[in-house]
């Protein structure tokens, strides 16, 4: 049975979606007016799903059992989109919009500084050059109540910049933009290892698409699988 909230204490999981749902967990947990969080356990009490939802956008790892009460659950959900394994997106059929490579590194990372302090709003018209933000004020506004619940960081430099979302344990990548006149310049490795550095003691994650697989491994990554992200069920 799928319940709400999530236990106190949670084994890290390396799958993106887990990492993504433990972030948001970390901000919102005390706002269930803003953001909502749902998990299932088998017969035994191992975790078995867990799923986040905000502003109608979910994410869910899961171990594809019981697939029938999970397809059930989304449907009267009904979120706009959801982030998911790949071979979760498949089994439970979600209509899958766009398939990425997902990575991983581990600590420690080399310290670096970065003197910009740029705002949200100047984060978002920045990461605009390469990323597709549509809700440009609900990203302003996550990204303040992160950063205020010390869940997020961000680096800007020389017109390009790099968003990491974070719990206790892990991080996730949130995107990274340059300006197009200083593409393949090595900015998005800078902004990188200035990010990393945010980083601290945790594993950090990351998901792209093809043909940007090559920026993460020459940057020590290693691919551990592929995610989805899906549109509406």
């Known amino acids: 049975m799928i319940v709400s909230g999530l236990p106190s204490a949670l ?4 799958d993106p979606a887990f990492v993504k749902t433990m972030c948001a967990y970390s901000a919102y947990k005390d706002y269930p007016n803003i953001a909502q969080f ?4 088998d017969s035994l009490g ?3 799903a867990i799923i986040s939802c905000i502003n109608s956008y979910a994410n869910l790892w899961c171990n594809n ?7 059930s659950f989304f449907n009267f959900l009904s979120p706009t989109g959801i982030f998911t394994n790949l071979e979760t997106a498949q089994t439970l059929k979600f209509k899958i919009n766009e398939e990425c490579l997902t990575f991983v590194k581990h600590p420690p990372f080399q310290k670096a500084e970065n003197c910009e302090n740029k705002t949200p709003r100047q984060l978002l018209s920045i990461l605009r050059q390469g990323l597709q933000i549509p809700d440009g004020d609900g990203f302003v506004a996550d990204v ?5 619940h010390s869940c997020a960081e961000y680096v800007t430099q020389d017109s390009g910049g790099a968003l990491l979302f974070m719990n206790d344990d892990t991080a996730i990548i949130n995107g990274i933009a340059v300006n197009k006149n200083t593409q393949r310049k090595g900015l998005g ?3 990188l290892k200035l990010l990393l550095s945010k980083a601290e003691n945790r594993s950090v994650y990351a998901c792209c698409i093809e043909k940007n697989k090559e920026f993460y491994i020459k940057n020590g990554f290693s691919y551990i699988g592929k995610a989805a992200y899906c549109e509406e069920i």
């Open 46 to 48: 191992n975790i078995t």
């Open 144 to 148: 303040t109540f992160r950063k205020y």
């Open 11 to 14: 084994t890290p999981i390396s």
């Open 189 to 191: 490795s800078q902004l």
């Open 38 to 41: 749902w998990h299932r356990t």
């Open 65 to 71: 059992e019981d697939k029938q009460e999970l397809v």
